[in-house]
């Protein structure tokens, strides 16, 4: 499989405007991946060492009640980011992600990139603040979610 290179990184949405340098760094800790319809990528309250970035499909996102399963909260489509919790401690997913299409992507190391967030505090604060601002977005769609009255996740372009 080819390798990704900063110029691939330069035109995923979540990463534009990053310094190429940067760039450069980050794609030590990727790969070209394809998922297939139905395959969970994470589980919840289990380790989190990955994000993707989704280039084709979809990802529900969702979590385990007592009284209804699982249910989704969020479904992530393409130019969307899947997974934040490698990057804050307990690094532990906080839901459960599953294909629901086949998906294409890059898939990230998250324990790598936490490494070179660390040998590089520019790199880190410059990841560190854009999945900051994602997570409030998702929060936001979230709080929405919340209060209207059929309870129907986000779409995907809600989420971009």
């Known amino acids: 499989m ?9 035109r995923e949405p979540f990463l534009s405007g990053m310094r190429t340098a940067d760039l450069t760094r980050l794609a030590t800790a990727a790969r070209f991946t394809v998922v297939p319809e139905g395959r969970r990528l994470f589980e919840e309250r289990t380790p989190a060492e990955r994000f993707w970035l989704l280039q084709e499909g979809t990802v529900d996102v969702d979590l385990h009640t007592p009284d209804r399963g ?3 909260i969020e479904t992530l489509g393409p130019g969307s980011v899947v997974g934040w919790s490698w990057l804050f401690r307990p690094h532990l997913w906080r839901f459960g992600g599953v294909a629901t299409t086949p998906v294409t992507g890059i898939e990230f190391d998250g324990r790598l990139a936490r490494t070179l967030c660390a040998i590089d505090p520019s790199l880190g604060y410059e990841l560190t603040r854009r999945f900051g601002e994602l997570i409030v977005e998702r929060l936001e769609a979230a709080r929405t979610w919340l209060t209207t ?3 129907t996740p986000p779409t995907p372009s809600a989420m971009l």
């Open 2 to 10: 080819t390798m990704v290179t900063a110029d691939d990184l330069k």
């Open 70 to 72: 699982r249910v989704v």
């Open 149 to 151: 009255p059929t309870g």
